[in-house]
């Protein structure tokens, strides 16, 4: 199946908390899900695997400490603990427990993706990843989501670069129309191929040289897209077709 972005749990005892975070962790395209209670977040990283934890230390049926300890003794994910206590000692604690991070309440929206980005960028590194694509002269960097051709930085809408980045992380398999479109907008217009046609033409207008005569974004008639990568390029060379 495919899925917009990397997978997190969202863990804290405050409703409100997990709907602001989850609802901004959905706006940049990662894919979210909460819990309120601590053994739901060992079941959830017991059979699901989530990609990162934000864990609050306040659920009502667990120590937060104590369940950095418990996720500890079965996984390796990062965890990102929120913290309500204003002094050190919590932090520390979280810290030497195994997380990776401590955000303190109240907190900035923009700080916490930050640090989610950040971490997982570590690990992907740790694994030996590259969150990086670079093929001729384009060079995206998923970590940052900046998008350079031929050095020099390109802005891409929301939906310009999330599709970018389905092609990318697709590694030059070829993403059907419904694919794409449910990605991007939902299992409900994964029928409407006319705005997938139109987004593809207006990123191509960004990272192509040719957008009539495309060498990253390349067409499947009838079927989708793919990503030109050097590994495709050196195996069948370039696709001299017309975009579409």
């Known amino acids: 199946m495919l899925t917009s972005g ?27 899900a909460d819990a309120a209670r601590g053994r739901t977040v060992l079941r959830t990283v017991t059979e699901a695997a ?6 609050g230390l306040d659920l009502p049926d667990m120590d937060g400490l104590a369940l950095i300890r418990s996720v500890r003794r079965i996984s390796l994910l990062p965890i990102i603990a929120l913290s309500a206590d204003s002094g050190e000692d919590t932090s520390v604690a979280a ?7 401590v955000v303190r309440k109240p907190f900035g929206m923009r ?11 570590r690990t992907a590194q740790a694994r030996g990843e590259t969150p990086r694509f670079t093929s001729g002269d384009l060079d995206v960097d998923l970590v940052h989501r900046r998008v350079r051709v031929g050095g020099r930085e390109v802005h ?19 993403l059907t129309h419904r694919e794409l479109l449910a990605a991007e907008w939902g ?3 994964a029928e409407h191929v006319q705005h997938l046609r139109v987004a593809i033409r207006a990123l191509r207008r960004k990272i ?13 008639p009838r079927v989708g897209y793919r990503m030109e990568t050097p590994a495709t390029r050196t195996a069948g060379g370039h696709d001299t077709r017309k975009s579409a």
């Open 50 to 55: 989530p990609d990162l934890i934000v864990l």
């Open 6 to 32: 990397p997978r997190v749990l969202v863990a804290d005892g405050d409703p409100a908390i997990r709907f602001y975070i989850l609802k901004n962790l959905k706006a940049e395209r990662y894919v979210a």
């Open 95 to 101: 810290l030497d427990l195994g997380a990776d991070d």
């Open 187 to 189: 299992a409900e217009r």
């Open 208 to 220: 192509e040289r040719d957008p009539e005569r495309p060498r990253h974004i390349l067409t499947e």
């Open 156 to 174: 891409l809408s929301r939906i310009e670069y999330d599709g970018l980045r389905l092609l990318v992380e697709g590694g030059g398999k070829v």
């Open 111 to 121: 700080e916490l993706i930050a640090r989610v980005r950040n971490a997982l960028r």
